[in-house]
């Protein structure tokens, strides 16, 4: 026996089944979200005085990306008017559309993860901080040994609060240039990876998550674009119906990228 | 609203779609596809259950070790010791007598902990939630509301599979060096991250396929429920137990996800060194831990038991329905108040999700926010004494059958009174402050889950038998195991509600031997010995109620093939759909598309011929010869 409302509405709910489940699904994603923002919440108002760092990462990228989210929302909803007004062309032409934005987003979005694995905080021997992007480490580099040497292009400072507010007008004027650093003089080295402090951690957590879903979507999006787009033949109409489903999601994956742009970036 | 649902015949003829893609369902499916990858909600339920059933017993014998750890610690493990040594190694070390000879093997304090941790996860997420919530409401939701299966069927086969993942997972972690997790089916970090186990990131992991798994079924329970009721078939004339399930699917939809995010968190604090639950300065072993700090504790617990307490009442609405169904057939009148119980649950399901701190009140979050969680936490009582009420009134007047199913629902409703009311000091800050962290909490929830949910499961289990396989269980043997199971049930957890009020704490793995007066008999508060004697009076009664589990089991596999036939598609003469159906229900369950005329509990009604009105049946008409059954 056949399932009822798979394509058409169900009179008195007004909705078809596939549509319900994703709002659903999406219901449990603001959960998600929303219990990982309010650990950033808890995270910033229980970190101590002056050190939760603001102005760590590239707004001039974080907004091109906003803008190609942005953009890829309109050309979902695009792809599925053309759906639609049945133009399988034009539903074509915007969901390649849809898939080559989402694929610039995370290419720009690894550029920055390569940025912050790059960049190293050096506690030195004695008391001073080193911070800067590696150039070069001397092939015979070993912290456990004290040989050889590391070389970054940044800065030193006294403190480590220093290198916590990066829009404050010292941060701003400070030099950045190529200094060599012997494997004696460092007492620490780590780079700004999820374990470098409480940001980092959620900065690649949820964006992370984010990224998974960005790629989830890319593929649910290409699969209905390629070889999913049988269906058009078939069941145009059940075909629109799951764009219109992926194109839902779609929505929610950059509606989340509007909210983590200003909390990680803007702040 | 009936009219327009009415003129809309929800079911294509199934002849329009031959030769399409999913035609090939009509076809005799072979073994894989029938009984692993099928998509049959029927079959999902049964896999479910089976596998719930399999994942409780084990939970049980987890259970059974530490009872003898506790009665007997460091003594060696009688007839599992060298099993246990020869699967777990040194964590299950050499127990030696007083003159230094070999006995055998015993559990160490890590050991204890793991089982700690693995008993109440597998209780909870492997066996309660699965059978309760995924199996019955499987097998039986798209019956009642005249569905012919579930809106996604595909994703239901994914949610059983990540359920099975999740569960191979967890069992794995048994096996690994360390050993699997140690800190509490809980959780709580910083602990969760300082103990040198790779036991809990397999913990987190497979809580994750878990959740993962109830989040599937979740949207296909509501979808299901929304989308499929069958013409007629109203919001008030669904029978209750579809409502628990309804709410059930809700809470589970949006209660997990946070922990999944605090699953998230703590596998990136496990594996990625983060330190999202890990304070400043935190030393794990006289050394200051490699960490960057700056986390918070308190925020692990938040998120955990933002899910951990609307948990609980996953694991008891779904047994209040199936109370309340086996209450109403069995009493042949109405449910009493259907439509107060309806409310009711849906009050507790939007109530369930801001309580969650009564589990806190020792945390230091403040005084204020306590007294605002102990009053949420009193106010949801109401509903739950709303719904546990209108059961005992039902009983009223009504000629009650006294069977299986009726007993372990008429046991049911006791214990899940001294659950509840055993609850309300644990509610209250002041007393809680005393209360917490002792054996009392531990036979509070008890007295919820396992006589209360448990035991309505077992109800569920002997009521729809014959539905499932044609056949009855014997009765004999279902009173034997009902008898049994009540007497040692409490001779189980009625004595820790006397070990915590004297404050025996839970999660000592030497069964609090190191606080007893017969070791520090100085002490004003020492455990005097007949506290402490109590451990092996529970070792005994634990035993014993393993052993009244054997009628169960043997009654259950027996009666698939041998038990008493039944002679009609409604052997316990019900009103609700899923007795409307053939027996077993085929694929698709009804012969004929169900039109709902009447509400869920149509017993008794005056001027019919029987005491029983299905609801596809008009009222005025005599009860027919049984309906027509199609070949199968």
């Known amino acids: ?267 | 609203m009936n009219d327009s649902v009415d003129q809309f015949p929800p079911y294509r003829e199934p002849d329009d779609h031959h030769g399409h893609h999913e035609s090939h369902e009509h076809h005799e499916p072979g073994f894989w596809s029938k009984h692993i990858f099928s998509t049959d909600h029927k079959v999902i339920g049964i896999q479910y259950g089976f596998t719930a059933l399999c994942f409780m017993l084990f939970g049980f014998f987890l259970m059974l070790l530490m009872r003898w750890q506790i009665a007997h610690p460091g003594h060696a493990v009688p007839i599992l010791g060298s099993l246990l040594h020869s699967i777990v190694g040194d964590m299950a070390p050499m127990a030696k007598d007083a003159a230094g000879q070999f006995t055998g093997y015993c559990i160490s304090a890590e050991l204890y902990n793991s089982f700690g941790a693995m008993h109440g996860t597998i209780m909870v997420f492997l066996g309660v939630v699965p059978l309760a919530f995924a199996a019955f409401g499987n097998y039986v939701v798209p019956l009642m509301i005249g569905a012919p299966d579930m809106t996604f069927p595909r994703i239901n086969m994914a949610s059983y599979h990540a359920f099975f993942l999740g569960g191979v997972v967890m069992l794995v972690s048994f096996f690994i060096p360390g050993g699997a997790a140690q800190a509490g089916w809980t959780s709580y970090s910083p602990l969760a991250t300082t103990i040198p186990t790779n036991g809990q990131a397999f913990w987190l992991i497979g809580m994750v396929l878990l959740i993962t798994s109830s989040l599937l079924g979740a949207v296909n329970f509501i979808a299901t429920i929304i989308q499929l009721r069958a013409p007629g078939m109203t919001w008030m004339r669904m029978p209750f137990f579809v409502w628990a399930q309804f709410v059930t699917a809700f809470i589970l939809l949006l209660a997990f996800p946070p922990l999944e995010a605090a699953g998230i968190l703590q596998l990136m604090d496990n594996v990625a060194h983060t330190s999202f639950f890990l304070p400043t300065g935190l030393a794990v072993g006289g050394q200051l831990a490699d960490r960057s700090g700056g986390g918070s504790p308190l925020l692990w617990q938040h998120l955990f038991w933002f899910l951990g307490h609307p948990e609980v009442y996953v694991l008891i609405l779904p047994a209040m329905g199936i109370v309340g169904e086996v209450i109403a057939n069995n009493t042949r009148k109405p449910l009493w108040g259907y439509k107060s119980l309806v409310y009711s649950v849906l009050f507790v399901g939007f109530l369930s999700f801001i309580v969650w701190a009564h589990h806190m009140y020792l945390t230091g979050m403040g005084q204020r926010i306590a007294t605002f969680f102990q009053a949420t936490t009193m106010i949801i009582s109401v509903p739950s004494v709303i719904i546990l009420t209108c059961m005992f009134l039902s009983l009223w007047g009504g000629s009650i059958r006294i069977n299986t199913p009726m007993l372990f629902a008429l046991g049911f409703l006791p214990m899940f009174g001294i659950g509840g009311l055993t609850g309300l000091p644990l509610g209250l800050a002041a007393a809680d402050l005393y209360l917490h962290d002792t054996y009392y909490v531990i036979a509070h929830f008890h007295y919820v889950v396992a006589p209360g949910t448990i035991f309505a499961l077992f109800a569920g289990v002997y009521f729809w038998f014959p539905k499932i396989t044609g056949r009855k269980m014997n009765e004999f043997w279902g009173r034997v195991h009902f008898w049994c199971s009540f007497v040692f049930m409490n001779l189980v957890f009625m004595p820790m509600f006397a070990q915590g009020i004297k404050g025996m704490l839970r999660r000592m793995s030497d069964g609090a031997v190191n606080y007893s007066a017969a070791r520090v008999p100085n002490a004003i508060d020492a455990l005097p010995g007949s506290i402490m004697e109590l451990n092996t009076w529970i070792l005994w009664a634990a035993i014993a109620l393993g052993l009244a589990q054997i009628p169960f089991i043997v009654n259950l596999f027996h009666s698939i093939s041998y038990g008493e036939k039944v002679t009609s598609d409604n052997p316990w003469q019900a009103t609700t759909l899923d007795w409307q159906t053939p027996t077993p229900p085929p694929h698709g369950n009804f012969a004929h598309a169900p039109h709902v005329l009447h509400g869920p509990y149509e017993y008794s009604a005056p001027g019919h011929a029987t005491d029983f009105t299905p609801q596809n049946e008009p009222a005025e008409a005599p009860a027919a010869a049984p309906r027509p059954q199609p070949a199968h």
């Open chain 1, 1 to 267: 026996m056949e399932i009822p409302y798979t394509i058409e509405n169900r009179p008195d709910t007004g909705i078809y089944n596939a549509k319900l489940g994703i709002w659903l699904f999406l219901a449990s994603e603001v959960m998600l979200f929303g219990g990982l923002f309010s650990a950033y919440v808890l995270l910033r108002v229980g970190a101590e005085p002056g050190m939760w760092p603001h102005g760590w990462l590239n707004v001039t990228l974080g907004t091109i990306n906003t803008l190609l989210l942005a953009l890829s929302a309109i050309t979902t909803l695009l792809a599925w008017a053309a759906c639609k007004v049945r133009d399988f062309g034009k539903f074509k032409f915007f969901h390649a559309c849809t898939i080559l934005l989402a694929l610039t987003f995370l290419g720009i979005k690894s550029y920055e993860y390569h940025d912050k694995w790059i960049h190293y905080e050096i506690a030195l021997a004695n008391g001073k901080f080193a911070d800067g992007h590696l150039v070069e480490k001397s092939a015979d580099f070993d912290l456990a040994k004290k040989i050889g040497t590391v070389t970054i292009h940044g800065r030193f400072v006294e403190d480590r609060k220093e290198l916590m507010d990066l829009r404050s007008p010292e941060a701003q004027s400070a030099k950045l240039e190529e200094h060599t650093i012997a494997a004696a003089d460092i007492k620490k080295l780590e780079n700004y990876g999820p374990k470098h402090n409480t940001f980092t951690a959620i900065y690649f957590t949820l964006t992370g998550l984010h990224a998974l879903h960005i790629l989830g979507g890319t593929l649910v999006i290409a699969y209905l674009w390629g070889p999913g787009s049988r269906m058009w033949r078939r069941d145009p109409e059940r075909f629109t119906n799951r764009i219109e489903v992926s194109g839902l999601f779609w929505h929610f994956v950059d509606l989340v990228w509007i909210f983590l742009f200003p909390v990680l970036y803007l702040t």
